[in-house]
């Protein structure tokens, strides 16, 4: 059984960075992919940045890219998610979730398609 432990969120004022880590604590399949998603009060859930375990594929938000950044340290089995020139509007409940296998790329960043979840941490960010 696979599970994801997320760490790093907290507060942090509008321009700030925070780095994000999420440690897969099983074998994690070469095919696989993990990503980020947040989600804000009164909103729905929405994909961040994605990676493929293998090849270090990666995928952004357009709302992200530029700023965030994802990488991974396969020998710790740990994805990091690097957020740089934060705003109010990435105050949120980040989580990491796990697919055994990559998604399509037109799926990559829906959380629906995405099996296995982190407990979730916050990160907010004062203007």
């Known amino acids: 059984q696979v599970q994801l432990v997320e760490s790093g969120g907290g507060s942090v004022q509008a321009g700030g960075s925070l780095r994000l880590s999420c440690v897969v604590s099983?074998?994690?399949?070469?095919?696989?992919?993990t990503g980020w998603f947040r989600q804000a009060p009164g909103k729905a859930r929405e994909g961040v940045a994605t990676?493929?375990?293998?090849?270090?594929?990666?995928y952004y938000a357009d709302s992200v890219k530029g700023r965030f950044t994802i990488s991974q340290d396969n020998a710790k089995n740990t994805v990091y998610l690097q957020m740089n020139s934060l705003t109010p509007e990435d105050t949120a409940e980040y989580y990491c979730?796990?697919?055994?296998?990559?998604?399509?790329?037109?799926?990559?960043?829906?959380?629906?398609?995405?099996?296995?979840w982190g407990q979730g941490t916050q990160v907010n960010v004062s203007s």
């Open positions: 979730a796990y697919r055994v296998l990559c998604p399509s790329l037109g799926s990559v960043l829906q959380p629906a398609v995405y099996s296995v």
């Open positions: 099983l074998y994690t399949y070469r095919r696989s992919c």
């Open positions: 990676i493929a375990t293998d090849g270090g594929t990666t």
